[in-house]
């Protein structure tokens, strides 16, 4: 059975910090487009972060860069973001996801994602 499984998600003060992580089951994230989406109440979802998992190769959506980080630890088959300088409006639910495509590239666009985690709460509050 093909899986991702987030964790990590929380309530945090603003300024705060959170590390996500997403495992794979049943299939291998290597040679694959990663991503890390979210969604925030009566908004579309939208990219936050994609990477190559074979070349490390990464994008930021412009509202998290300098601030958020993805990675992938291949051994262990799950990808991370590591979220610091937190803000209210990064308050949504956030999701990893994967390409069927097996490719040494990445993709923001979350038309070309094929598998999805169930999402992990994000919530930035004083």
């Known amino acids: 059975q093909l899986q991702l499984v987030e964790s990590g998600g929380g309530l945090v003060q603003p300024g705060g910090s959170l590390r996500l992580s997403c495992a794979a089951s049943?299939?291998?994230?290597?040679?694959?487009?990663i991503g890390w989406f979210r969604q925030a109440p009566g908004k579309e979802r939208e990219g936050v972060s994609c990477?190559?998992?074979?070349?490390?190769?990464?994008n930021y959506a412009d509202s998290v860069k300098g601030r958020f980080t993805i990675s992938t630890d291949n051994a262990k088959n799950t990808v991370y973001l590591q979220m610091n300088s937190l803000k209210p409006e990064d308050t949504a639910v956030y999701y990893c996801?994967?390409?069927?495509?097996?490719?040494?590239?990445?993709?923001?666009?979350?038309?070309?994602?094929?598998?999805w985690g169930q999402g992990t709460q994000v919530t930035v509050s004083s």
């Open positions: 996801a994967a390409t069927s495509l097996r490719r040494n590239y990445y993709t923001c666009d979350l038309r070309n994602y094929d598998y």
């Open positions: 049943g299939f291998t994230l290597d040679y694959r487009a």
């Open positions: 990477i190559s998992s074979r070349s490390g190769r990464t």
